[in-house]
């Protein structure tokens, strides 16, 4: 764990930089998912994603790294990902982003669950709570 | 027709079991090269989407706009990652980024004048608090539990 600001470690400043991106793609998402449908959004997303990939890769001088572990784990994120995103986008044609959103936003707990069994991590009672007020948060949402 | 909670859910679970990909791979490849192998993961099902579907009578302004949102994913997948790499546990990282949804319900209110009802605003206050308390981890315990990872 890289702490050399006890505070507020660096990987935290990744992460508030995540939401950002990720929210404003949920945003755009939205707007885009009113004349397109969510296999179009999908085909658009993936060919947006490109750049980014090609400028990693350019920043890396080619130098990547070929790890099969690696390798697997990172084409399952892009699959799941990608075939998880068709049914967000499907969602967000029946409901406002403001409901949907909140609510995939919640897959967080299956990670959590998965992340006990497999890596061992361990949920302390703040986490244990915030499991709950997830799961309530999904019936009031889905009523 | 199917309920929008079907589709929500079937999103869910993917991205539930993507949380766990995330963090093997970054335990095994740079945050960077993390970001291209997930890109071709997206590239694997293109095929079949472009079989399924066009382009074609879309306007340049759609276009536009799912092109920019796929370059923004990309740069929220690399900043996830990079938090992964630099320490984060999947247990704090994966919830934490969850909250992008404020971001998001920041912007809709603001340019879609979309209005949630009052129990659908409390349902999004359950699940934001929900989010912030599954982060919360105190720091002595994930330096001990993230050496304890290290070794998968």
Known sequence: MQTERRQFPIWLWYALLCIFWWGLWGFLSKIGSVAASPL???????LGMLPVAIAMLLQMRGKLDRNAGGIAYGLLSGIVT?????????????QDASVVTPVTGLFP???????FVVLRERLNK?????????????????? | ????????SFAIVL????????????????????????????VVLLPFLCETTTLFGLSARVILVGLIAGAVNGLGNWAV?????????????IPLTALYPLCTIVLATAFLKERPTVL?????????????????????????EEQLNCAQ
């Open chain 2, 120 to 144: 659908q605003w409390f349902g999004i206050a359950l699940a934001v608090a929900g989010g912030a308390m599954l982060s919360y981890e105190p720091a002595a315990a994930t330096v001990q």
């Open chain 1, 126 to 143: 703040v986490q244990m709570g915030g499991m709950l007020l997830a799961l309530a948060s999904i019936v009031i949402l889905s009523i």
């Open chain 1, 82 to 94: 990608g075939l998880g995103t068709l049914g967000y986008y499907a969602a967000l044609r029946d």
């Open chain 1, 109 to 115: 707990v299956l990670t959590v669950l998965l992340a």
């Open chain 2, 1 to 8: 027709m199917i309920h929008w909670m079907a589709y929500a």
């Open chain 2, 81 to 93: 990652f990079a938090c992964l790499e630099k320490g984060a546990k999947a247990s704090v990282a």
């Open chain 1, 40 to 46: 179009q959004m999908q085909i658009l997303f993936t």
């Open chain 2, 15 to 42: 991205w539930g079991v993507n949380g766990l990909f995330m963090k093997l791979g970054t335990n095994r490849v740079s945050a960077r090269s993390m970001v291209i192998w997930v890109t071709l993961g997206f």
